[in-house]
């Protein structure tokens, strides 16, 4: 297939093609765990599921696709996706991350590979100097995620790209809020995507999934080792759902970024709102950069209330009728969700109040409903 079409038509036809036997237009689920071989290593490409099954296959080929890289990697979950990550490095490594991150990021570096003698510096990474006086001998890997989660930072992937080709680090980029419709980091110089698939590319609150696009074939064979040696696979029927998804991806996050502008303003004028958290406002420290690298600013925001506690907070949360009070993002149905006490629970109070995540943050996945729908629920939940 052409490497220069648009966006839309990659979603659509990448990596996918009508079934040879049937000449079914959607990839089948070929739910199988293995597959009869003519004679001892005689086969047709496929051996066993945990390695390869033809409908992980075709997800994995169209993701790569959309992220104009060479290969792609599906994983049971994002985290998943990361321990496979990480796994690249050995005792005595050590990786630089942004200071404000998902928090089962910050758990699985934290909790489980510092254990195992990999060492972690969090930074903040809207000034790449910070990042660079923080590179040694030792330092293997930069850890990226833009923008932030829940505060809406925006990293300068070319920028940081520069310190880690200038040092032979390898730059890891969690693109899972931009989605490859908004920003695509090998692009700009990185050298792995890492998505919680699970969100937007899934976009349906059904899936748990992970994956990472390489460009380059020896780390892609690295990672596929693990891949396959650690077993972190997804089966194909989650596999099958990510491709039906992935098919409306643009027609989603363009609803999803009109309803977020939307909603960001309404909130920016609101009279109980203290401070809004996104990057299409032009006094958003990363605005330039985003107006740069990222082609719209997406449906994630995040907000504090004048009203700074966590009991001001439960009692907005309490009152959305539209908005659900859940874990995750990136579904059609608009999510709500408290960082502090949710999905950054993981992370020390004092770490988290350094970066501005107070107890009254909330956390908006704005969906693909109607925004003057969702505006309205917004504007009744702040009522006191």
Same mark, same amino acid.
């Given at each position: 297939?052409?490497?220069?079409?648009?966006?839309?038509?990659?979603?659509?036809?990448?990596?996918?093609?009508?079934?040879?036997?049937?000449?079914?237009i959607m990839t089948p689920i070929f739910q199988t765990s293995t597959y009869v071989q003519a004679s001892p290593g005689q086969h047709k490409g496929f051996e066993y599921s945990r390695t390869q099954n033809p409908t992980r296959q075709a997800l994995e080929q169209n993701i790569a696709a959309l992220e104009n890289g060479k290969y792609g990697l599906a994983f $049971?979950?994002?985290?998943?996706?990361?321990?496979?990550?990480?796994?690249?490095?050995?005792?005595?490594?050590?990786?630089?991350?942004?200071?404000?991150?998902?928090?089962?990021?910050?758990?699985?570096?934290?909790?489980?590979?510092?254990?195992?003698?990999?060492?972690?510096?969090?930074?903040?990474?809207?000034?790449?100097?910070?990042?660079?006086?923080?590179?040694?001998?030792?330092?293997?890997?930069?850890?990226?995620?833009?923008?932030?989660?829940?505060?809406?930072?925006?990293?300068?992937?070319? $920028?940081?790209?520069?310190?880690?080709?200038?040092?032979?680090?390898?730059?890891?980029?969690?693109?899972?809020?931009?989605?490859?419709?908004?920003?695509?980091?090998?692009?700009?110089?990185?050298?792995?995507?890492?998505?919680?698939?699970?969100?937007?590319?899934?976009?349906?609150?059904?899936?748990?999934?992970? $994956?990472?696009?390489?460009?380059?074939?020896?780390?892609?064979?690295?990672?596929?080792?693990?891949?396959?040696?650690?077993?972190?696979?997804?089966?194909?029927?989650?596999?099958?759902?990510?491709?039906?998804g992935i098919k409306t991806l643009h027609l989603r996050m363009d609803r999803h970024c009109k309803n977020g502008e939307q909603i960001a303003r309404f909130l920016a004028g609101h009279n109980r709102v203290d401070k809004v958290y996104w990057p299409g406002f032009k006094d958003h420290p990363g605005y330039e950069i985003a107006t740069r690298q990222m082609r719209?600013?997406?449906?994630?925001?995040?907000?504090?209330?004048?009203?700074?506690?966590?009991?001001?907070?439960?009692?907005?949360?309490?009152?959305?009728?539209?908005?659900?009070?859940?874990?995750?993002?990136?579904?059609?149905?608009?999510?709500?969700?408290?960082? $502090?006490?949710?999905?950054?629970?993981?992370?020390?109070?004092?770490?988290?109040?350094?970066?501005?995540?107070?107890?009254?943050?909330?956390?908006?996945?704005?969906?693909?409903?109607?925004?003057?729908?969702?505006?309205?629920?917004?504007?009744?939940?702040?009522?006191?």
């Amino acid at each position: 297939m052409k490497n220069n079409l648009k966006f839309g038509t990659k979603a659509i036809h990448a990596g996918v093609s009508p079934d040879p036997s049937t000449g079914a237009i959607m990839t089948p689920i070929f739910q199988t765990s293995t597959y009869v071989q003519a004679s001892p290593g005689q086969h047709k490409g496929f051996e066993y599921s945990r390695t390869q099954n033809p409908t992980r296959q075709a997800l994995e080929q169209n993701i790569a696709a959309l992220e104009n890289g060479k290969y792609g990697l599906a994983f $049971a979950s994002g985290l998943a996706a990361i321990d496979a990550i990480i796994k690249l490095l050995k005792p005595g490594d050590e990786v630089i991350s942004t200071n404000d991150l998902y928090g089962g990021s910050y758990r699985i570096f934290t909790k489980v590979f510092q254990d195992f003698g990999i060492r972690f510096h969090f930074t903040g990474m809207n000034n790449p100097n910070e990042v660079k006086n923080l590179v040694n001998g030792n330092t293997k890997l930069i850890w990226a995620e833009t923008p932030t989660n829940p505060m809406m930072n925006v990293i300068d992937i070319a $920028a940081i790209s520069e310190i880690a080709k200038a040092h032979n680090i390898l730059l890891a980029v969690d693109n899972t809020f931009a989605t490859p419709y908004l920003q695509n980091p090998l692009d700009l110089g990185a050298d792995i995507v890492m998505h919680s698939v699970t969100k937007y590319l899934g976009g349906h609150s059904d899936v748990i999934m992970g $994956a990472i696009v390489v460009n380059d074939e020896s780390l892609y064979e690295r990672l596929a080792f693990l891949q396959n040696s650690c077993g972190g696979v997804p089966g194909p029927q989650d596999a099958f759902l990510v491709l039906r998804g992935i098919k409306t991806l643009h027609l989603r996050m363009d609803r999803h970024c009109k309803n977020g502008e939307q909603i960001a303003r309404f909130l920016a004028g609101h009279n109980r709102v203290d401070k809004v958290y996104w990057p299409g406002f032009k006094d958003h420290p990363g605005y330039e950069i985003a107006t740069r690298q990222m082609r719209n600013y997406g449906g994630m925001i995040s907000f504090t209330l004048k009203d700074d506690s966590q009991e001001s907070a439960f009692k907005v949360l309490e009152k959305f009728r539209l908005f659900s009070l859940a874990e995750s993002l990136g579904g059609v149905e608009s999510l709500c969700g408290h960082p $502090a006490s949710m999905t950054h629970a993981a992370i020390p109070k004092e770490g988290r109040l350094k970066v501005g995540l107070k107890d009254s943050l909330i956390r908006l996945s704005v969906g693909v409903e109607d925004g003057d729908d969702l505006v309205d629920d917004i504007s009744q939940a702040l009522q006191k």
